[in-house]
């Protein structure tokens, strides 16, 4: 039975329905913090909602039973604790699972000391506690989601452009239904054991392109502008956005600069059997109607 942790998020719950296009509901079950009206939107699919949470790792232990595939969603809460991910393996190491497929992050230099994101070490952390297991194991490295970068760019994009420190950075995004259809198809087979992939797409693409597309798609002459993280922080702060906001925006953008992100990869269209939705293709769709 192959058990998904996080079905009640979006890559979790998109997994899950890409799952069931490769097993019977019967061998598959979720894990869910508590019942919600999502719970039950998968209960009525036919799948097994089993109860527990990473901090607890007794409810761990009861849900993991009988489990042979876990996919193992991660959860920033591991940032600021590890223990919640080492409860996650230990418990199943304890319950006999036999393969871990875990979701980290994109990239090896997004595993390295220097990264300004404090969740890449609980990501390096965990990867090295799955491989010392003994369990098998698959690590999937998504990139940012695609679906994010309406949100990035901001309501005003298609008035004002885009004005952000980002520097000359790229990133190869990647949209969530294609990594959950790439992450069932590796819990639906074994050939993946004691492999690392990364998610993403097979082309790296930096701000000054966005806004090209976006020009092309509106008639406008849209520019990126990549200002300095001090007149960002500045205008942040003028503009009343709260502090926490405007740290979490200066280190995703120190990301970015640094080239974090900037790691184009064929592993995903390899699994898919295809390329994954481009850049332009989800500008086209979001922007172009």
């Known amino acids: 039975m192959i058990l998904i942790t ?14 069931l296009k490769e097993k019977s509901a019967s061998e598959i079950a979720v894990l869910a913090r508590k019942v919600s ?15 527990g949470e990473y901090a607890n790792k007794e ?24 223990t919640v991910h080492k409860n996650v393996i230990d418990a199943a190491v304890n319950s006999n699972v036999q393969s871990i497929v875990y979701t980290s992050t994109q990239g090896e230099k997004s595993l390295g000391k220097n990264n300004p994101e404090g969740a890449a070490d609980m990501h390096a952390l965990t990867e090295e506690a799955i491989k010392q297991s003994g369990l098998n194991y698959s690590i999937l490295r998504n990139a940012p989601y695609m679906e994010s970068l ?20 790229k990133l190869s995004f990647a949209t969530r239904q294609d990594m959950a259809i790439g992450s069932a198809k590796v819990l639906s087979k074994n050939e993946h054991d004691h492999k690392t992939y990364e998610f993403g797409s097979t082309a790296s693409v930096g701000f000054n392109e966005v806004m090209e597309i976006l020009s092309e798609l509106t008639g406008k002459n849209l ?67």
């Open 6 to 19: 996080g079905a009640t998020g979006h890559l979790g719950y998109l997994t899950l329905i890409e799952l």
């Open 37 to 51: 009206d999502k719970t039950k939107e998968i209960a009525a699919l036919g799948v097994e909602v089993r109860i």
């Open 59 to 82: 409810s761990l232990l009861k849900a993991f039973n009988g489990i042979k595939t876990l996919f193992f969603v991660s959860t920033h809460e591991a940032a600021q604790d590890f």
């Open 150 to 169: 309406p949100m990035i760019l901001g309501e005003k994009v298609l008035t004002e452009g885009y004005a952000m420190p980002m520097g000359n950075g």
């Open 223 to 289: 520019e990126y502008n990549p200002i300095n993280p001090e007149t960002y922080e500045q205008q942040s702060k003028e503009a009343g956005i709260p502090e926490m906001y405007i740290q979490a925006n200066l280190g995703f953008a120190a990301q970015v600069r640094g080239g974090y992100f900037d790691h184009p990869t064929q592993d995903l269209a390899n699994i898919l059997g295809r390329e994954p939705v481009s850049v332009e293709d989800f500008l086209k769709e979001t922007y172009g109607r």
